[in-house]
């Protein structure tokens, strides 16, 4: 079986043009289980052939529209041929681009100074294709930038990829991000209606590199979530130009309308939700987590118990076990005073033990250490605590289990501390920002509006 692959092109005119692209074959009393179908060696050839085909024909009906003066529909005259290397999805070509003189019916004009005009120039400004730019990006967003290399060279006949061009080419795509959604963002949020908004907050921690003199780095993640639409998102506040007005662009793309009210969802942290009152310009309604809460709770339990357990135990076992039994229930309720109070009667009670036995003396302190870390935790949030058990009842949130699922999906699978890789607050910061936008499907729709 021999195929041969013909491509037919029509140009606006009417005019056809055939090109052969090429052939192979397929003989059947020497065909292999591995010789079916195309190879993805021939499909890599094929489309590179086709890719140029398209190209040059595109290029040479686009060449010919632009001589054409929009002022005066004169043809204008081709000052000379230029080399271009134009880098796509499915090879790297060198192509002759005409450069067209400027037409001598606004010579006067401001707008006509200049030299001659290129045509691939407004739609190559860096010579590769936006397709290119964009799985570079999202796969740079998902592996390793040599990792996304490599798989790019493997399925498709690209050029080849080097990992300092994946880096660069997501920090670009990461600034075209921020600076698209910056524009668009006051005509968006205009047509959309004004919803009650919750923000989910918490921080990834990722290993810096040697040059910044510390450890790690700091990534704020979480989600926006509205009636109708959620968003995530990532930024380092050090490498970002402004982390509130990152923040306020997407709480806007989610249909925040400057008044409606902002609820945050964090784990006690002070800079989480004072980042959202910056990005809101205002008060917001900041709510401690219940899983904190309960955590910090099933610790003093612990403690409880292993004291209420200890050998030689001289108090009642009821009365240190049933106080630090209600002190989940009453926080789940809202009774912040009558948890206070809970937990300082059971430190006075430890005071008052027998201190002679050592291994009392030792399950006291622990007890002592875990309701003063627990007191204190809820003095410092006493503000931000709710009656959890109504707004469970409701159907609100009441835990930020959607940042942690953010910490994961955004800091932990491409910059965790097991990847062994060691990151700059700017790199961290374009990883972050594209990867919440693969994640969501931002970055696919925005290429295809761009494209289209």
Partial sequence: MDVRIIVETTFENGTTRKRHLGRFSRPFRSTQPEGFGMLL??????????QQAILLDQIEEISEASRVCPECSKARAIHDYRTR???????RFQVKAPRIRRCACNAKSDAALGGPLSPLTRFFPDRSTPELRRLQAELGARHSFREAARIMEIFLPCAKQANTSVRNRLGKIAREINDSEYAESAVSSAGKSAAPLTVFL???HIRSRPEYQKRHLDVVVGKIESPHISRRFGLVQQAARSPSGQLRQDLQETGWDGESPVTVISDGEPALP?????AVGGPVRHILDWWHISMRVKHVEN???GLVQAKNFPGIPVLFGRPAERLRWYLWHGKVRTTTTDLRWLMTDCERLCRDDPEVREAATRVQARCRELYTYLANNMDSLTDYGKRYRNGLPISSSRAEGCVDDIGNTRMGKRRRMRWSPKG?????????????????????????
């Fill in 41 to 50: 060696e021939d499909a890599k050839s094929m489309l590179w052939q086709l």
């Fill in 85 to 91: 290397v134009l880098d796509t999805l499915f090879g």
């Fill in 202 to 204: 918490d921080g990834a």
């Fill in 274 to 278: 004072n980042l959202v009152r910056y």
């Fill in 303 to 305: 403690a409880v118990k």
């Fill in 428 to 452: 961290a910061h374009h990883v972050a920002v594209v990867r919440a936008a693969v994640l969501d499907g931002r970055l696919t729709s925005a290429y295809r509006r761009a494209a289209a």
